[in-house]
C-alpha cells in the first residue's frame, strides 16, 4: 500500500468536513428563518480497501445532508393551524359586531328600545303634553336611526368582508401556483440528482402551512418527492400542474339573498367543482359573509343581522298595528285616521323605515289616544308601553328579552370561539415546539458542530502535511 | 427534549403576550370600575346585567308614574277638600237661613251662596300640570265640547238659561267633560285610575245634586211670583220646608264628597306603600347589578399586582433569554 491513499483519505476528510462546516455555517445563518429545517451531513465511512495486511480505512464520504421534518408534524400542525385561522378570524369579525352594537355599553339598541318603550308610560298621565309627545318622537328617529346605523354598519363589515375574501382567493391561489413550481423544482431536482433539494422541501411546507391558514387542506406524496394536495376531496395541486380557486357570487331571485362560495376552475376559467371549505380563514369570511351578516340568511343558522332585521321589523309591527287604531289629539271618529308611527317605503327593513313626518310635524297628531275626542285616554300609549312586558313579542321572548339574548347569544359566540382559540393555540405551540425540537436549530449545538468540524478540518489538513512530508521524503530518497 | 432557538423566544413571547394582556384587562377594569369590558368576557354576566339595567330602567319609570299619581291624587284630594268646605259653608248658610233672626236677610246670604257657586266651579275646573282634574279623560280645553249656551271650553261652567218658574234666575252649572278614567302603569301588570270622576263626587254627569245649590240660591234669591225678594220678603212655611229638603241634599253632596276622597286617601296610602315596594325592589336591582358589573377593586388591585410582579420576572428571564450561548465563550 502506497501513501497516495492516505493523501485521498485525507481530500475526503476535507471535503466532508467542510461540508460539515458549511451545514453549520447554514444552520448558523437560519437560525431564525422560518419553515428551516436544520441539516447535519450524515458522516459514512468508506468501503475500506482490500491490503495485504486485511481490509483498511478508506477515509470518510457524506452519503447525504440529513434533515430531520417528519410528516406526522407538518400534518398535524397545517390541521391546527387551519383551525386556528378560523377561529382567529371567526373571533375578530364578533369583535366587530359587539363594538358596531356598542355592548357592553350604555347606549346600546337594548338600552334605546327601553327607554322609548318607557316613553309611553309618561304619555299615560300626560298624554296630551306636546313636550312628552315630542320626546317620544325624538326617542323614536333615535331607534330608527341606529337601527339604520348597526344595520348599515353590520353591512360595510359584510363588504369589507367580501373584499377580505377576494384578497385571500388571490392569496391562495398565488401559493397554489407556487407549490405546483416547486413541486416541478423538487421532481427535477430528485431525477437530477438523486436527492431531495432541502431548501425547496423547506419553503415548500412554508407555503403549504400558508395555504392551510387560508383553506383546510390534505397532502398527498406524489412521484419524484412531489406532493398533492386536496381540499375536501378536490385535488387542486397534482405535481406540477394545479387549478385555481374562484369566488362564486349567486342571488336569490325571490328573496336577494346573496351568498358566496368557492369553486375550482380549469385554466380556461371554466367552473370544475364546488369547493366546500370546513376550517381555515377563508371558510371563516365566507361562513361570516354568508350567515352571520347576511340579513337575509336563509340557512336557519345564528345571523346577528338578520335578528336585528327580524327584531327591527316585529318591532315596527306591532307599535304601528296599535297606533293605526289610536286617534291623535284632534282625530274625530270612528273609524280612526290609521296612522302609523313608522313609515316605509317598499318592504319593511332598517333602511326603509322613518318616522311618520306627519306625526313629526304635529305631535297631536300621534295616534295614542283609543277614543276618537278623549285626548286624555292613553289606551294605545299604554298598549305600546307594555310591549316591554309582552312574551309574545317574538319567538315567545319579549323585547328586552329577545335583544338581551342577542348579545348574549353573541357573547357566548365569541367566549366560545376565545376558549377554542385558547385550547388551539396551546395544541399549536405544543406541536410546533414539538417539531422545533427536531427541526430547529440550537446555537450550542451548532457552536460544538463548528468546533468539531473545524478540529476535524485542521486534523485532515495535518494528515495532507504529513502525508507530503511523507513523500517529499521518499522523492528526496533518490537524490 | 432538545431546546432550539425557537422553543426559547416563541413560548416565551406567547406567554409575554398573555401576561400584558391579563394586566392590561385589570387596568380596564380598574379605570373604568366596571367588570365586563369585553362581550365575550363573561356573557352569563352580562347577559345578567342587561336583564338586572332593564329591571332598573322600567322601575325607575314606575316611580316615575308612582310620583306623579301621588301628586296628582294629592291635588285632586286638596281640591276636593275645599270644594266640599265650600259645599259645608253653602249648608251652613241654609241653616242659618232657617234661624229667624237671619231670616231678613235671606237675599244677602243668596248672593254669598251665588259667590260660592263660582268657587266651587272655579275649583272644579282645576287643572294639575296642565290638565283638567275633573273632566274625566278630556283634559285640554281644546278637547271640551260646547254645548249651546256654554260660552267657554272649561269642563264645568254655570250657564245662563231662560228663567222659568222653576229657575228664576235661569242658572245652570253643567259638565262638559265625560267620566272616564286616567289609569296610569303603576308596576309590571299593574295598573291604577289615578282621577276621581264627576260621578263619584256628584249624583250623576247631569251634575242634578249640585244643580240643588242652584235651586237653594233661586230659593233666596226670588220669591214664589219669581220676582227677587225684597227686605220684607220672608221665607214662609213652604219654603222654610223646600231649604231643609235642599239643606239635607246639600249634606248628601258633601258626604259624596268626603266619600271620594276617602278613597283617594286610601289610593294614596296604596301608592306610598307601592312607592316604598318599588324603591326596595329598584334597591335590590342596583345591588344586584353592582355585583355583576362593578369592579371588586380590591381583588382587581391584588389580581394587578400579581400580573406586574409576573411581568416584571417575566421580562428579567426574556433579558437573560439574550444573554449566553457557546459563541461567547468560544475565543
Given amino acids: ?479 | 427534549m432538545r431546546v432550539t432557538q425557537f422553543s426559547k423566544y416563541t413560548p416565551y413571547l406567547s406567554q409575554l403576550e398573555e401576561i400584558q394582556s391579563r394586566k392590561y384587562l385589570n387596568e380596564l377594569r380598574l379605570s373604568t370600575g366596571k367588570n365586563i369590558v369585553d362581550i365575550s368576557d363573561t356573557p352569563d354576566l352580562l347577559v345578567q346585567s342587561k336583564r338586572f339595567e332593564n329591571q332598573i330602567k322600567l322601575h325607575q319609570q314606575y316611580l316615575k308614574n308612582i310620583e306623579y299619581s301621588k301628586n296628582f291624587v294629592q291635588h285632586t284630594s286638596e281640591t276636593i277638600e275645599t270644594i266640599a268646605n265650600n259645599i259645608q259653608k253653602i249648608r251652613e248658610i241654609a241653616i242659618s237661613a232657617t234661624q229667624i233672626g237671619v231670616a231678613p236677610d235671606v237675599s244677602v246670604l243668596g248672593k254669598q251662596i251665588r259667590g260660592i257657586i263660582d268657587d266651587i266651579v272655579k275649583n272644579l275646573n282645576s287643572d294639575f300640570d296642565g290638565q283638567f282634574v275633573f273632566a274625566g279623560n278630556l283634559l285640554t280645553p281644546d278637547s271640551i265640547n260646547q254645548p249651546i249656551g256654554s260660552t267657554n271650553t272649561l269642563p264645568f261652567e254655570i250657564i245662563q238659561e231662560t228663567p222659568t218658574a222653576e229657575n228664576p234666575s235661569g242658572l245652570k252649572i253643567i259638565f262638559k267633560g265625560n267620566t272616564k278614567k286616567i289609569i296610569v302603569n303603576l308596576g309590571k301588570f299593574s295598573s291604577e285610575a289615578i282621577n276621581t270622576t264627576v260621578d263619584e263626587m256628584f249624583a250623576d254627569s247631569a251634575l242634578s245634586d249640585l244643580n240643588k245649590i242652584i235651586d237653594l240660591y233661586n230659593l233666596l234669591l226670588y220669591n214664589k211670583d219669581g220676582n227677587l225678594r225684597t227686605e220684607t220678603d220672608l221665607l214662609n212655611s213652604d219654603d222654610l220646608s223646600k231649604l231643609n229638603d235642599y239643606q239635607k241634599e246639600i249634606g248628601k253632596i258633601y258626604d259624596r264628597l268626603n266619600r271620594a276622597n276617602a278613597h283617594n286617601g286610601a289610593l294614596m296610602d296604596r301608592l306610598d306603600a307601592l312607592k316604598e315596594q318599588t324603591n326596595s325592589l329598584l334597591t335590590s336591582f342596583q345591588g344586584f347589578r353592582s355585583q355583576v358589573t362593578d369592579t371588586d377593586f380590591a381583588a382587581a388591585t391584588i389580581q394587578l399586582n400579581k400580573d406586574q410582579t409576573t411581568l416584571q420576572f417575566a421580562l428579567q428571564v426574556g433579558a437573560r433569554l439574550t444573554n449566553t450561548t457557546l459563541f461567547d465563550f468560544l475565543r
Fill in chain 1, 1 to 479: 500500500m502506497g501513501v497516495s491513499p492516505s493523501l485521498e483519505i485525507a481530500k475526503k476528510a476535507l471535503i466532508a468536513q467542510r461540508l460539515g462546516l458549511d451545514a453549520t455555517s447554514g444552520n448558523i445563518a437560519n437560525v431564525n428563518t422560518p419553515g428551516y429545517s436544520r441539516r447535519v451531513p450524515n458522516l459514512t465511512e468508506g468501503e475500506p480497501l482490500p491490503s495485504r495486511n486485511g481490509f483498511v480505512g478508506n477515509g470518510v464520504l457524506v452519503s447525504k445532508l440529513r434533515t430531520f421534518r417528519e410528516e406526522f408534524f407538518d400534518r398535524q400542525i397545517r390541521r391546527s393551524l387551519s383551525n386556528l385561522n378560523t377561529l382567529e378570524t371567526d373571533s375578530s369579525i364578533i369583535n366587530r359586531i359587539a363594538v358596531i352594537l356598542g355592548e357592553p355599553g350604555e347606549n346600546s339598541i337594548t338600552a334605546i328600545v327601553g327607554v322609548f318603550l318607557n316613553s309611553f308610560q309618561d304619555l299615560t298621565y300626560k298624554p296630551t303634553d306636546l313636550s312628552l309627545r315630542q320626546r317620544t318622537l325624538t326617542l323614536a328617529q333615535t331607534l330608527v336611526k341606529r337601527f339604520k346605523e348597526t344595520a348599515s354598519q353590520l353591512q360595510d363589515t359584510r363588504q369589507q368582508l367580501l373584499s377580505d375574501i377576494n384578497d385571500n382567493v388571490k392569496q391562495a391561489n398565488k401559493i397554489i401556483k407556487e407549490i405546483a413550481e416547486l413541486n416541478y423544482k423538487i421532481a427535477s431536482a430528485t431525477s437530477k440528482l438523486k436527492g431531495d433539494n432541502q431548501t425547496l422541501v423547506d419553503q415548500r411546507a412554508l407555503k403549504i402551512e400558508e395555504l392551510s391558514k387560508l383553506i383546510d387542506i390534505n397532502v398527498t406524496q406524489g412521484d419524484f418527492g412531489t406532493l398533492n394536495i386536496f381540499t375536501n376531496g378536490i385535488n387542486l395541486v397534482t405535481g406540477s400542474t394545479y387549478n385555481q380557486l374562484k369566488l362564486k357570487e349567486s342571488i336569490d331571485g325571490t328573496t336577494g339573498e346573496r351568498t358566496l362560495s368557492l369553486v375550482k376552475i380549469d385554466q380556461n376559467g371554466r367552473e370544475l367543482a364546488t369547493v366546500n371549505l370546513q376550517n381555515g380563514k377563508l371558510y371563516s369570511l365566507i361562513e361570516h359573509f354568508n350567515v352571520t351578516l347576511d340579513d337575509k340568511d336563509s340557512s336557519n343558522k345564528f345571523s346577528v343581522a338578520k335578528e336585528l332585521e327580524v327584531f327591527f321589523a316585529t318591532f315596527v309591527s306591532k307599535v304601528n298595528f296599535f297606533t293605526q287604531n289610536g286617534y291623535g289629539l284632534d282625530d274625530t271618529g270612528p273609524p280612526p285616521p290609521g296612522r302609523s308611527l313608522f313609515t316605509y317605503t317598499g318592504t319593511l327593513s332598517t333602511q326603509t323605515a322613518e318616522v311618520n313626518s306627519t306625526i313629526l310635524s304635529d305631535p297631536g297628531k300621534m295616534p295614542i289616544s283609543g277614543y276618537a275626542g278623549e285626548v286624555g285616554d292613553s289606551t294605545i300609549a299604554r298598549q305600546i308601553s307594555e310591549l316591554s312586558l309582552d312574551k309574545s313579542f317574538l319567538n315567545n321572548q319579549t323585547p328586552d328579552e329577545f335583544l338581551t339574548n342577542l348579545i348574549g347569544n353573541i357573547g357566548n359566540l365569541g367566549n366560545q370561539i376565545s376558549s377554542l382559540y385558547t385550547i388551539s393555540k396551546t395544541t399549536n405551540d405544543q406541536l410546533l415546539n414539538q417539531r422545533e425540537s427536531l427541526i430547529g436549530v440550537n446555537l450550542d449545538e451548532e457552536a460544538i458542530n463548528l468546533v468539531k468540524y473545524q478540529k476535524a478540518f485542521e486534523a485532515a489538513s495535518r494528515v495532507v502535511a504529513t502525508t507530503n512530508d511523507i513523500l517529499a521524503t521518499v522523492v528526496n530518497l533518490g537524490r
